[in-house]
Structures are given as structure tokens and as C-alpha cells.
């Protein structure tokens, strides 16, 4: 009698297992446009899902949640919603990169969960760094740089355009009075 | 004898000065004027019977242009008058002359050191390319500037 119930529980346990690695029938791609690929903190990312569902040729609902880990894997922002899918779905989603977000490598992570709680998954990566703002402070500030330099330069040089205009001035004088 | 450094009385300066530009003759020649204007040497020159025609004059006590053919330049711009010097010795060819009128004058508006420096620059260039250089400095002006500068002129009369 034991022996029977443990291979029963075996058996389930088995079922389970598979149940639990099998992938859905969804096969997914997620494209992060170049353009967002280097994102700024408080901007909008954007990324283009392709869901092409192998299995069935039916209708099905699936539910897709999305979730975007940080440099450190911490997970700044998550959201789920249900689907309607025939055979294939494309669709765009936008995602607010959270203003105090670090700076460095982030990944925006996908998962369809079928109805029968079969799961695929897929990710992107892409990047936060510096903001426009700080850019153009840099870029202002690398500007007045500039600015100063060319005043600095030009004050230097002045006694040396100063010197070459005489220069030239003597030998015009030399020539007229001794020609 | 290429350089030359002549110390006098203030009163007797004058007629020093006429008399070595007189000796240049016709020789073509440039007068640094640090004393006195442009126009006050020339008429006292004229008045002495000496051609100015073929002399350029450096005018350091004007500031503002008065004539096409002076050159104003600040006593204190030492640079710019060592190099204005310097081009007139380059661009006159032949022999030539410079008269500076009075050296002592530069102290009032220099360091000591940077005229030393610009005395030193002027005769060298000058023996360089044969001309020959007179200066004049008033007897009591600026007794250890003539001391640091002594070495540098070819020969010094006291009169």
C-alpha cells in the first residue's frame, strides 16, 4: 500500500513538474526602437511586442506582465494586462523611466502566461544615462569655457597683432622716406 | 665704435643732441624721443640746420597720432619699442643711426631691471647690424641705472 502511494506521489509529482517547465505556445520578440535604446531618467521607453501564438489557431486570452529590472536588479516598475491573441499580436507599449531611476543598465523583461498557466518569457536591455538637462548644463558650461578661452587668446595675442601692425607700419615708412 | 653713451648735464643735453644727430649727416636714422614731442625735436633740429628727412622718429611722450609717419609708442610698452627699433634697423638699409633722448626717462615709467633688459636688447641688435647708437641720459638721473648699463655701450662720455 505504501509502495503504491509513493509512486502515486511520484507520478504527481512528475505531472507537476512538467506542468511547471512547459513553455506556453507563445513564441515572443520585443524590440526596443535605437532611438529609446539610451533612455533619460523621466522619459518615456518604448518597446514594439510580437506575440505569434504556435499552438492553437484559436482565439485565446493571455496575460502579459511586464516588469523593468535596475543595474542593481531591483525592480522599478511592473504592470500585467490581458491580451486577446488569434494567431499573432503586435503591439506597442510605453514605459515611464521613474525621474530618480540611477543611472546605467536596465532590462525591461516580458511574460505570457496562457490559460493553462503555461509561461514565456523574454527580455531587452537598454540604458539610463545622463539627462538632457545635464547635457545641456555640460554643453553651457563647455560653451562658457570656450568663450573664456577665446577672450584669454585673444587678449594674449593683442600686443603680438599690435607688434605685427608696426611692424608693417615702420616698413611702409622706411619705404616712402627712403624709395 | 658702434654704441655710444653720452651723460650731461640737463642744461648742455640739447646741444649734445644736435650735435651727434648733425655728425650723422645724411645718414638715414631713427630718434626715439623720450623727453620731449615729435614735433618739438624736429623744430629744434630744423632750427640747428639738420635735415630730418631721413629720420623716423619714435615719439614717447605723445599719445595720439599726430603725423602718418611717427610712431607713437607708451614709454612703458618697452616690448613694443624695442621691437619698433628693431624693424626700423631691419627695414633701413645701409648705414644707419639711433638716437635715444633721454634713457633715464624710461625709469620713471619702468622697473629698473626691464630697462636694463631693453637697453641691453637695443645695443646688442644695433652692434649686430652696424649702427650706430647714441643715448643720452642727464647726469643726475638715475645713477645706478647707468651703472647696470655701462657694459653694453661700446664707449661712455661724461661732458
Redesign the interface.
Known sequence: MKKILLLAFLIAGIILAQKNVEASSFNIQITIPNDYKIMHPGEELMASIKLVNLGSSGREDVFLDYWITGPEQNVILQRKETVAVETQANFIRFFDIPEDAGLGKYCLHFKVTDFNGKESTAEHSFEVAQTHIDRQVSYWFAGILAFILLIYIISKSR?ML??LQ??V???R??????K | MTSLLIITSVEKLQTRVNSVVKSFKNIPGIYVSLNKTQKSTENILRKNKINTNKIFFIDCVTSEKTKEDVLHIAPDQLDLLSSAINTFIKDIKGKKFLVVDALSTLLIYNDENKVVKFVKEVTEYASQNDVKVTAFSPKTKGEELLNKIFNFFDEVKKR
Request: glycine share 0%; aromatic share 0%; hydrophobic share 35%.
Open positions: 600686443p599690435k607688434r608696426m611692424q607700419r615702420v616698413s615708412m622706411v619705404k616712402k622716406r627712403l
